[in-house]
């Protein structure tokens, strides 16, 4: 450490000097705990000073002025030259109507909160993806629908986790936060809460489509027969499946909602981390908000979205540090992997994921609207 000046007040008085040196020890420990991050802790005055920056590319931000966000689930990536343009203007579209539908809200000064409501009604509408009408089966040839809803403005939530006959479980969870005393419903419970609050339920048959059912005739065959409980690994888009979305209104206060399908051949009863707060979705007006998707029982146990946000307010990270330190760095020691959506207050937004690919997108303040859906679009590990 550099000698410090020795100014005629300080030689007067010399009782601070001590003071004065563990003020500079303890920046330089904050400079030692923070790693290299990019040019969005600079736009964020109140985080800590960052070190140098890091690697290029690991832990920048993908864009700024971003009001909402989406993803269709994190798995492996799509190939630009295997992929037929009606597939890729499938996915694209889909993402789109999300991000037009939560556009929608924001433009008429609606909530954060009801923004990515409907942005993830879309997604769950869509039997493109693993939520709502694109659930894949359980083991039983069945389907248990988890989703959850969360305000950042002051942190309520609503969940619903093993519905069979919510045609779009958001809802439900959003009618949790805003007519019960509680946070999470489960199982016929939940169920019946939705369809006593005027959802008109659906019967199973409602769910099923072509494609899971021949998933889950492979995850079958993989698992020998026996009914074993594991998803189609094989295919990322359908071991993490889960759609979601984060938004930020025009009086600052951020949103985020999960919703997803589960695992394909998953175990009758099985939870993930979707409708769990602090695991697959989580939003403090203080520091962010985020949606997950991955290998839940990992995101659960890593406590993901809320590590996120504890990195931010503790360790004054910003918000493309923090998601990439949880995302690329901490979650695969737990042997999984996935992606996360994570905006701030300030409208930077990060899409960081482990796994081979990410279907996402986001709108900006001024409208410019961005799917990302291919490999090369959105890098793993970056």
């Given at each position: 450490?550099?000698?410090?000046?020795?100014?005629?007040?300080?030689?007067?008085?010399?009782?601070?000097?001590?003071?004065?040196?563990?003020?500079?020890?303890?920046?330089?420990?904050?400079?030692?705990?923070?790693?290299?991050?990019?040019?969005?802790?600079?736009?964020r005055?109140?985080?800590?000073?960052?070190?140098?920056?890091?690697?290029?590319?690991?832990?920048?931000?993908?864009?700024?002025?971003?009001?909402?966000?989406?993803?269709?689930?994190?798995?492996?990536?799509?190939?630009?030259?295997?992929?037929?343009?009606?597939?890729?203007?499938?996915?694209?579209?889909?993402?789109?109507?999300?991000?037009?539908?939560?556009?929608?809200?924001?433009?008429?000064?609606?909530?954060?909160?009801?923004?990515?409501?409907?942005?993830?009604?879309?997604?769950?509408?869509?039997?493109?993806?693993?939520?709502?009408?694109?659930?894949?089966?359980?083991?039983?040839?069945?389907?248990?629908?988890?989703?959850?809803?969360?305000?950042?403005?002051?942190?309520?939530?609503?969940?619903?986790?093993?519905?069979?006959h919510?045609?779009?479980?958001?809802?439900?969870?959003r009618?949790?936060?805003?007519?019960?005393?509680?946070?999470?419903?489960?199982?016929?419970?939940?169920?019946?809460?939705?369809?006593?609050?005027?959802?008109?339920?659906v019967?199973?048959?409602?769910?099923?489509?072509?494609?899971?059912?021949?998933?889950?005739?492979?995850?079958?065959?993989?698992?020998?027969?026996?009914?074993k409980?594991?998803?189609?690994?094989?295919?990322?888009?359908v071991?993490?499946?889960?759609?979601?979305?984060?938004?930020?209104?025009?009086h600052?206060?951020?949103?985020?909602?999960?919703?997803?399908?589960g695992?394909?051949?998953?175990?009758?009863?099985?939870?993930?981390?979707?409708?769990?707060?602090?695991?697959?979705?989580?939003?403090?007006?203080?520091?962010?908000?985020?949606?997950?998707?991955?290998?839940?029982?990992?995101?659960?146990?890593?406590?993901?979205?809320?590590?996120?946000?504890?990195l931010?307010?503790?360790?004054?990270?910003?918000?493309?540090?923090?998601?990439?330190e949880?995302?690329?760095?901490r979650?695969?020691?737990?042997g999984?992997?996935?992606?996360?959506?994570?905006?701030?207050?300030?409208?930077?937004?990060?899409?960081?994921?482990?796994?081979?690919?990410?279907?996402?997108?986001?709108?900006?303040?001024?409208?410019?609207?961005v799917?990302?859906?291919?490999?090369?679009?959105?890098?793993?590990?970056?």
């Amino acid at each position: 450490m550099a000698q410090l000046p020795r100014s005629k007040r300080a030689l007067r008085t010399g009782r601070r000097l001590v003071p004065a040196l563990a003020g500079v020890a303890t920046l330089a420990a904050v400079l030692v705990v923070v790693p290299g991050d990019d040019g969005a802790a600079r736009s964020r005055p109140h985080t800590a000073p960052a070190a140098a920056d890091g690697p290029a590319g690991r832990g920048r931000p993908d864009a700024h002025d971003v009001v909402l966000a989406v993803h269709g689930g994190a798995g492996s990536a799509l190939s630009r030259d295997d992929t037929p343009p009606e597939k890729e203007k499938a996915y694209r579209a889909g993402l789109t109507r999300a991000l037009r539908a939560g556009q929608r809200v924001l433009d008429a000064g609606g909530s954060s909160t009801k923004a990515v409501e409907k942005a993830v009604n879309e997604l769950e509408n869509d039997p493109l993806f693993n939520a709502g009408k694109g659930a894949v089966f359980t083991a039983d040839a069945g389907h248990e629908l988890d989703a959850s809803l969360m305000r950042g403005s002051d942190m309520a939530s609503g969940a619903v986790a093993g519905v069979k006959h919510v045609r779009n479980p958001i809802t439900a969870a959003r009618l949790v936060m805003d007519r019960t005393k509680h946070v999470l419903l489960a199982g016929q419970g939940a169920d019946d809460f939705a369809a006593a609050q005027g959802l008109k339920p659906v019967t199973q048959d409602y769910f099923w489509t072509q494609k899971r059912w021949d998933e889950l005739m492979k995850a079958k065959g993989k698992a020998g027969g026996k009914g074993k409980a594991k998803g189609a690994d094989s295919d990322g888009q359908v071991t993490k499946g889960t759609v979601g979305a984060v938004a930020l209104d025009g009086h600052k206060d951020l949103a985020a909602a999960t919703s997803t399908g589960g695992l394909t051949n998953k175990m009758a009863g099985r939870v993930g981390d979707s409708p769990l707060l602090g695991a697959g979705t989580y939003a403090k007006n203080r520091t962010m908000a985020a949606s997950a998707t991955g290998q839940g029982e990992v995101f659960i146990r890593g406590a993901a979205t809320a590590t996120i946000s504890d990195l931010m307010e503790f360790d004054g990270r910003d918000v493309a540090s923090a998601a990439y330190e949880v995302l690329v760095k901490r979650l695969p020691k737990l042997g999984g992997d996935g992606g996360v959506i994570a905006l701030d207050r300030s409208g930077t937004f990060d899409a960081p994921h482990s796994s081979e690919g990410m279907l996402h997108g986001y709108l900006t303040r001024d409208g410019k609207l961005v799917t990302k859906i291919f490999k090369e679009e959105s890098p793993p590990n970056r």
